[in-house]
């Protein structure tokens, strides 16, 4: 989890990158014992797909609360754990003897056992962190209570490597790290995890996983992604976990929350976009979260009983662990329970229609135990977003551009998570628009009286990309801009002029962007009345 405000733009998200990832070489090392990738996909030891769903438990810090916490995870449904390691640079060393005790209880409680050292937490920007070399050491000094573990086991090998400083040497200490371990004898499947404190908002990851999976010699490297504030909206969730699923990439949503202080991340959107498209993901943390951030804690005061909003959220709501776990088939003699898909649904309808949305009908799919849900997904030339999720044979889909032609197609579910072929595609196109703002901005206000902070997102309501951009505003008040971030601003008496940086340049379209300032205030802070994007009026949102 990464333990500081991020310092760069949550808009690049949605920048448009001239490099493309390249496709992950289809050759593969033979599948090892345990753990393994192929084409893309995480399968467990005896073939099976395996998604993860579960949470995140720091056992470094309170490791006498480990094996019941481990029991209670698996009560509520989790088929895995994350669990917070340390190597001894920030913080208490796990040894061997510890590090085997915590992968005994893992097995004793059916939960596969994801492995992290967290002392390599922003390197290069947090002065305590250690660098992923470090790990690498760590791992080798507790080999003996890994290897033999493959079936059980994915070593993460450091937690949320490199803050905003000095992030592009990822791609080499990552390749570096892989080389060490498995020339150490570690074959396990790898974990690893994103700089920019873990949210790759420069990119760096999703740029280069494919060079950095040809550099594994076992082809067996999962990569990680924690969306907290970067991933605000839908649009910049779909689009980051798509890019790996279209170049076959392995990804998880290793950590998540529901809100955070860096920002207020879309944790529905991380959720139904990881299920549409056969993603792992798993929340932060399970209890005892300090430091402002509590309300991340799934259970209060590591009791089960007392599930928190966000708790409740992961475990029980829509997309959530209960309803989408499954088991690791090594847990249950190899045959994981219900294997047996649903038929596919059939092909949709669409009605309803309007410039920014419709209403799609399709006939129901059958399956050997029940149907539990579908998911709809846009299809653009062989690529999926996932567009609307369930649990009936309709679905409205909105934030649609006017007079657009979308094609769609419907996956169905069941409760052991096993997934339909697709349906036939549905073309449909939007009707006109009539006269509606081509933007909207959302102006998110955070007043102390004296000073205040303001997020500020653009939405592209047109169905063409915004490249380069000024929004004008005026403060209802007496509002100075003391500091802006994601953004260029000037401001002349009451009017601010606010520009892209070239991370923030492009607005796709039906996408958005945004950035933050600061002030301060002598009479109290409002939100502007109006806003206009390079001369053009834009709607409230």
């Not at 081509?438 to 990309?465: H, K, M, P, T």
Request: aromatic share 8%.
């Amino acid at each position: 989890m990464r333990t500081r405000k991020l310092a760069a733009a949550t808009g690049t998200i949605l920048a448009v990158c001239a490099s493309l990832l390249a496709v992950a070489p289809t050759a593969q090392a033979a599948d090892p014992a345990g753990f393994h990738v192929r084409d893309g996909r995480l399968l467990d030891a005896n073939g099976k797909d395996f998604v993860m769903r579960g949470v995140n438990h720091a056992h470094t810090w309170y490791p006498a609360r480990t094996d019941q916490a481990l029991k209670d995870i698996k009560a509520k449904g989790a088929n895995t754990v994350r669990v917070v390691l340390s190597t001894g640079d920030q913080w208490t060393r796990n040894d061997t003897a510890d590090v085997a005790h915590v992968v005994a209880e893992c097995k004793e409680n059916r939960l596969v056992c994801v492995l992290e050292a967290h002392d390599t937490t922003g390197y290069g920007e947090a002065g305590a962190a250690a660098p992923l070399a470090k790990a690498v050491d760590y791992w080798l000094g507790v080999r003996d209570a890994l290897v033999g573990q493959e079936k059980y086991v994915i070593v993460n090998i450091g937690n949320e490597p490199y803050g905003n400083t000095n992030h592009t040497s990822w791609t080499g200490d990552t390749k570096t790290a892989i080389g060490r371990l498995r020339a150490g004898g570690l074959d396990h499947t790898l974990m690893v995890d994103a700089p920019n404190w873990g949210q790759d908002w420069s990119f760096t990851m999703r740029d280069n996983a494919a060079g950095v999976f040809a550099a594994d010699p076992d082809r067996n490297t999962v990569f990680d992604i924690h969306m907290y504030g970067v991933y605000d909206t839908a649009a910049e969730v779909s689009a980051y976990l798509n890019r790996f699923v279209s170049a076959k990439l392995p990804l998880v949503v290793g950590e998540f929350g529901d809100m955070h202080s860096d920002g207020d991340p879309d944790e529905d959107a991380i959720m139904a976009t990881t299920r549409s498209l056969g993603l792992g993901y798993l929340g932060w943390s399970w209890s005892g979260n300090g430091g402002g951030v509590e309300y991340l804690d799934l259970v209060h005061g590591f009791d089960a009983s007392r599930p928190s909003a966000w708790g409740q959220r992961l475990f029980d709501g829509a997309n959530g662990i209960k309803a989408t776990a499954r088991e690791a088939s090594v847990f249950s003699g190899g045959t994981g329970g219900d294997t047996t898909a649903p038929t596919a649904p059939g092909t949709p309808t669409a009605s309803d229609i309007t410039a920014s949305g419709l209403r799609l009908s399709w006939p129901a799919a059958t399956d050997d135990t029940a149907v539990t849900g579908y998911d709809v997904v846009r299809v653009d030339s062989g690529r999926e977003t996932a567009a609307a999720t369930s649990a009936t044979t309709t679905a409205t889909v909105t934030g649609l551009a006017a007079n657009t032609t979308y094609t769609f197609a419907v996956y169905a579910r069941d409760a052991a998570g096993n997934r339909s072929p697709r349906s036939a595609t549905l073309s449909a196109t939007t009707a006109p628009g009539t006269g509606t703002a081509a933007c909207a901005v959302e102006y998110r206000l955070s007043d102390w009286g004296s000073s205040f902070n303001a997020e500020v997102v653009i939405r592209n309501r047109s169905a063409q990309a915004v490249d380069g951009w000024e929004l004008t505003f005026a403060f209802p008040g007496t509002q100075r801009i003391t500091s802006v971030w994601n953004a260029r601003a000037t401001q002349e008496g009451s009017t601010v002029r606010a520009a892209h940086e070239s991370w923030t340049r492009t607005i796709p379209a039906g996408g958005s962007v945004s950035f933050g300032l600061s002030g301060s205030s002598a009479g109290g802070n409002g939100v502007p009345a109006a806003f206009t994007l390079n001369g053009r009026a834009c709607a409230g949102s």
